[in-house]
């Protein structure tokens, strides 16, 4: 139950509330109830969880669709292993049939058997990446293959309860927790009230500055602004590069993203002084079986990382990747982590 990102009306009435969120209440409310007698279970045993023999880190949201996990979960990869860790990924293969084994790759995986966020996590971090739905399964599976992993790095699954973890980390963006309401009167997978019970809430923001301040006495859950920096694009049929201001002077530049915010990306492009036109905001994870830009009249087309690793099949060089990095207002944020796994490491 939940609204492609846009102008929809129950996307609009996700954020500032109105007649059609008021009326799916009651079924907010249901979704209060699973979400409770879910949690019970798993903190009372009921219902077991796996606790793998190595940390692991929880990176996902509570507001449903696209908040810019996958930047912060490559950030997090590098990050740990800046500090020593060997880091893993586990990740859910979001559209893809895997089947009763987990998959596990490294390098260059394709993304119609891996799923797009997994296949750039791996080309970007160089880290090992398994997928299934049951992330415990993903997990015996990594650690199987790659036993010198020491920390394993969810994309998303934070309300995935089957595989515990060490350390959970929220990324939200400006739209925070939107009218406040559950699922389908809200955004919200899980209360609002959840996020004072993780260990970190990162808020993607358009621009940098800021800095880390604790959101409660005891300094948790800890706070911290990331922005998304540009770097250079990248011709995906033929691996050229250049600078991304180069494209400002350049007429008829379109841009295209199938992600879950796209306006984020659009964004990203006016702020170098790109004016895309059209910019097309295609549905999160759309599959690229057929090319949506053969009627585009444009020399170059724009797009994100997570739609260059499913678009170098379409063999059209207008289409460039533009690669962003995360930064975070907060320069010990990696530090942090690295003392907060050794410490829950200790018997």
């Known amino acids: 139950m939940s609204a492609k990102p846009g102008s929809t009306l129950l996307a609009r009435q996700w954020q500032r509330g109105g007649w059609l969120s ?59 292993r800046a500090r020593g860790y060997t880091p893993g990924v586990v990740s859910r ?14 390098g260059a995986l394709e993304a119609a058997r891996y799923g797009d966020e997994p296949a750039l996590i791996a080309r970007a971090t160089g880290a090992p990446v398994s997928v299934h739905p049951k992330r415990a399964l ?12 020491d920390v ?29 309401r559950l699922l389908p009167a809200g955004p919200l997978r899980e209360p609002a009230a959840r996020l004072l019970e993780v260990d970190a809430v990162v808020t993607n923001v358009g621009t940098p500055g800021g800095q880390a301040q604790p959101a409660c006495a005891g300094g ?51 702020a170098a002084g790109i004016a895309p036109q059209p910019a097309l905001a295609l549905p999160d994870h759309h599959d690229y079986a057929e090319s949506p830009f053969k009627a585009l009249a444009a020399d170059a087309i724009l797009v994100t990382s997570k739609d260059a690793i499913k678009c170098a099949a379409l063999g059209d060089a207008r289409l460039w ?15 942090w982590l690295a003392q907060a796994l050794r410490q829950r490491a200790k018997p």
């Open 22 to 80: 008021t009326l799916l209440r009651p079924l907010s409310g249901l979704t209060a109830w699973a979400v409770a007698r879910k949690r019970k279970a798993y903190l009372d045993g009921a219902r077991p969880a796996y606790r793998a023999p190595v940390p692991v880190v929880v990176i996902g949201n509570v507001y449903v669709g696209g908040t810019g996990k996958t930047p912060m979960v490559i950030a997090t990869v590098e990050g740990l």
């Open 93 to 106: 293969g979001y559209g893809v049939k895997v089947g009763p084994r987990a998959r596990v790759g490294t």
């Open 138 to 149: 993903a997990a015996q599976a990594l650690l199987q293959a790659h036993p010198d992993v």
């Open 152 to 180: 394993i790095v969810s994309d998303d699954g934070l309300q995935h309860l089957a595989l515990a973890r060490d350390v959970e980390i929220v990324v939200q963006d400006e739209r925070g927790v939107g009218n406040g």
């Open 220 to 270: 948790r859950p800890r706070q911290v602004r990331m922005w998304l920096e540009p770097g250079q694009a990248r011709q995906i049929e033929g691996g050229a590069t250049r600078p991304l201001a180069d494209f400002a002077a350049q007429p008829r530049v379109a841009a295209a993203a199938g992600i879950g915010n796209p306006e984020r990306f659009f964004a990203t492009l006016r």
């Open 321 to 335: 990747e533009v690669p962003v990095r995360a930064g975070f207002s907060d320069p010990e944020l990696f530090d």
